[in-house]
């Protein structure tokens, strides 16, 4: 079967020494994006820069990787992201769960600022997406309605202020962004595999599945059901989903297709 991963923390949750035995383990059936998160790194811009180097250095014809920031907020200095070249990336956002000097996070009440308005016109210029995943409401829609390049890399469907409401959903569909559902316990409530395709069915039922995908938060999360903890549990997800009738082209879109042909039109 294949995945593609629109988020996973390795980069900066395993030492850069074992980054390329990590990533060996994979296959070529399973693409997964290396989320750079800089909300705690020190000298997050050079960490940025190597890790991005260390990444890129391991990829090799058996397997693709997709690169991402999580959290720019450490270009907002000098304004240093009128000049940082985000087209090597799939896909970053403005901020984390916290406030910055572009936009309010999760957790935390700030709106879209001016510089942030600043910087999605920066990363979209250079054709990378803007990531809602980790925006508070009145972030989101400053940004939604600012921005040419949308997706939501890793978000669940409940009340979780790291959720994303009904509305937001619709939005981000009409707009064929792709969403990516993450294995985040507290996001999802799924409890196991099975809990994990119920919120996959009613995602399916309400908005179709031509933008679902997968974002796994692999390596950002301890909170994650044991049986849906790697990509080869994911497997089981989509066994579910067989049984529950649906076909092999929508169980494809939605663990690898949508997310495939996203980085596709990026790129």
Request: glycine share 8%; net charge negative; proline share 2%.
């Amino acid at each position: 079967m294949k995945i593609f991963d629109l988020h996973n923390d390795y980069p900066t949750s395993i030492c850069s020494s074992d980054i390329p035995g990590y990533l060996s383990g994979f296959g070529k059936n399973v693409t997964v994006t290396a989320a750079v998160w800089t909300s705690e790194l020190a000298n997050a811009y050079e960490s940025v820069c190597s890790l991005t180097k260390t990444v890129r250095n391991a990829a090799s014809d058996v397997y693709r990787i997709p690169l991402a920031i999580e959290d720019i907020g450490f270009l907002s200095e000098d304004e240093r992201y009128r000049d940082f070249d985000f087209s090597e990336y799939l896909y970053c956002s403005l901020t984390w769960n916290f406030d910055n000097a572009f936009a309010g996070g999760a957790l935390d009440g700030g709106r879209l600022t001016i510089a942030g308005t600043n910087a999605v016109k920066a990363v979209n210029a250079c054709g990378c997406a803007i990531d809602v995943a980790h925006l508070n409401v009145k972030s989101f829609y400053g940004v939604f309605d600012s921005a040419e390049r949308l997706v939501c890399s890793h978000t669940g469907f409940n009340d979780h202020p790291r959720s994303i409401s009904d509305d937001m959903i619709s939005r981000l569909v009409r707009r064929n962004a792709v969403i990516g559902l993450c294995t985040v316990r507290a996001f999802t409530n799924a409890e196991d595999a099975f809990g994990f395709a119920d919120v996959i069915d009613g995602f399916v039922q309400k908005y179709g599945a031509d933008c679902l995908a997968i974002g796994t938060d692999f390596n950002g999360s301890a909170d994650i059901p044991a049986d849906i903890s790697d990509y080869g549990c994911l497997e089981r997800v989509a066994d579910i989903l067989y049984r529950r009738g649906y076909d092999a082209v929508t169980v494809d879109k939605i663990f690898f297709g949508n997310a495939d042909a996203f980085y596709n039109k990026e790129r």
